[in-house]
Every structure is written in C-alpha cells, then in structure tokens.
C-alpha cells in the first residue's frame, strides 16, 4: 500500500516557476514508477511526467518538455516535479500517483488527492 500527498501549487504568473512535491508512505516506494498527470476543467486527465524506480529513466509528455523536470528521492520517499516558464495552459490539478506503468493513466494504481496549479495571464 502507498499513500501519496501533493503539495506546492498555487497562484503563478505566466513564466513563473512552481515545485511540486509527492510525499509518500510505504516500505515500497522505490519500486514503483512515479508519475505526474494533471487535469483541467472538462478536461480529460493527461499525462505530464513519469520517473521509472529502478535507473531513474525519466519521460516528459511534450506539451511541457523543456520546462518541466521530474526527480525523485528515494530516501525521503518523495518525488517533485519542478515547473518552469508556465503558461496558462499549464492551470490544472496535478496528481501525482504510483505503478507499474509509463504514460498511461490506467498503469497507476496509488493516487494522490491533487493539488492546483493556476497560472495567470
């Protein structure tokens, strides 16, 4: 079982930065892919970022590459996504979640609750 909290969205002007963080609890942490999604209003829930357990491999979706990083630290059980030169476009609620998988929503089985990212024009 692992139990993920979001934190670090807000209220950012248009090329701005934000860091989000995803705590997580678990002896297992470090054996599941991490992953990033967002979801905006009527909007359906896409892929922003993944971060693979074992080598560290990362996947950016390509509406955010180049701005966007994802890390993790498997010692303190948390992995941050760092968001750069944002864009309106980028408002949403971010997830962060654990699985198996890559890119796709459905391979993650552990979510967190979201946390919201606006970005003002």
């Known amino acids: 079982q692992v139990q993920l909290v979001e934190s670090g969205g807000g209220l950012v002007q248009a090329g701005g930065s934000l860091r989000l963080s995803c705590a997580a609890s678990g002896r297992t942490f470090s054996t599941y892919n991490m992953g990033w999604f967002r979801q905006a209003p009527g909007k359906e829930r896409e892929f922003v970022a993944a971060i693979m357990w074992s080598v560290g491999i990362t996947h950016i979706a390509d509406s955010v590459k180049g701005r966007f990083t994802i890390s993790r630290d498997n010692a303190n059980n948390t992995v941050y996504l760092q968001m750069s030169s944002l864009k309106p476009e980028d408002t949403a609620v971010y997830y962060c979640?654990?699985?198996?998988?890559?890119?796709?929503?459905?391979?993650?089985?552990?979510w967190g609750q979201g946390t919201q990212v606006t970005v003002s024009s």
């Open positions: 979640a654990a699985g198996r998988g890559v890119d796709v929503r459905t391979e993650y089985r552990y």
